[in-house]
């Protein structure tokens, strides 16, 4: 009889791709276990089946137990695990990658280390968000002082669209029922977004603390991400969920969110940006990020073939 350890690690061609995924699902006060290629949420109400494979990211919350059947299913699949506080609006932890392959990680580390390809970086991300202006002619400055411009006009624009009131900004980050609910729907919808993105970040073997606009956090560039989506997707999505009132705000912004993302297709475009923004697209790494394969470097940037002893005429370690 085959145990969980026994159990072979899905390939990356096995795998769902991340785009084909639900963008997450939002768990709390249960105990998740697995059944078979199933996450089962057990609460008060009964158990829930979850497909695993359709999981892009599960969003674990306060009062959570998880098994360790239930990790190693969602690891072999690739899912994103995060561990997220009350309402899902503070993020403590996260889980595995979907990719086994390093070379996105690499573009992205080369083009981080050398501070004019990091710059080109952060003004292309500045260009999806301004597709009208090229940011090439901009300092950071004037940048950062664009894109709180246009963060501004998103939130007046919206408010008119949906009919909620809105004074200002307003995070409070060690209480989140003290902001209005406009407040507290738009504070749901970003840390729901930076889940997201945290997820497809990992998913494509990125590190989430290389920003090229953000800098200096362990998500710095789960942040850079998160913000290419935010006036078009969440802070939309938070007003839609505001407008209909400020009970269970928070729960009703997720799910606005969640049905935004599906519709959008988001995970698709997150994807396809990130790819375009590392210079992965039409590449040879562009290949190499659906490869399982372990190389040794060599002189030369040569790289060789894992799982063998160079030194000696045997072949295998």
């Known amino acids: 009889m085959s145990t969980i350890g026994r159990r072979p690690t899905s390939t990356p061609r096995e795998l769902t791709r991340v785009g084909d995924r639900l963008s997450f699902v939002y768990l709390e006060r249960c105990t998740i276990h697995r059944d ?18 359709t999981i892009g990211t599960l969003l674990l919350g306060p009062g959570t137990r998880v098994t360790h059947q239930a990790m190693t299913l969602l690891g072999e699949c690739g899912a994103g695990v995060t561990w997220v506080g009350e309402h899902g609006v503070r993020f403590y932890a996260g889980g595995r990658a979907l990719s086994r392959s390093s070379a996105l990680a690499e573009a992205q580390a ?11 970086v952060a003004r292309a991300m500045y260009r999806l968000r301004f597709p009208h202006d090229d940011p090439a002619g901009h300092s950071r400055q004037e940048l950062l002082s664009m894109e709180g411009r246009r963060l501004k006009e998103c939130y007046g624009r919206e408010a008119t669209r949906s009919g909620v009131p809105w004074r200002r900004r307003e995070y409070h980050r060690e209480d989140f029922s003290a902001g209005d609910p406009p407040n507290q729907a738009v504070t749901a919808a970003a840390q729901c977004m930076y889940g997201v993105a945290h997820s497809v970040v990992s998913a494509l073997g990125c590190s989430p603390a290389l920003g090229f606009v953000h800098s200096g956090n362990e998500r710095s560039f789960v942040l850079d991400v998160a913000d290419l989506y935010k006036t078009d997707v969440a802070i939309p999505a938070a007003f839609d969920a505001a407008a209909e009132g400020a009970e269970d705000i928070a729960s009703r912004t997720r799910r606005a969110l969640r049905d935004r993302i599906n519709q959008t297709n988001l995970l698709d475009r997150c994807v396809r940006d990130i790819k375009n923004l590392l210079g992965c697209t039409g590449t040879r790494a562009a290949t190499d990020i659906n490869e399982d394969r372990m190389t040794v470097q060599s002189d030369g940037g040569a790289h060789l073939e894992g799982g063998r002893n160079y030194g000696t005429e045997e072949s295998i370690w």
């Open 36 to 53: 078979d290629n199933a996450i089962t949420a057990t609460d008060a109400d009964g158990v829930t089946h979850i497909p695993s494979a």
């Open 110 to 120: 080369t083009l981080w280390a050398n501070r004019r390809t990091r710059l080109e």
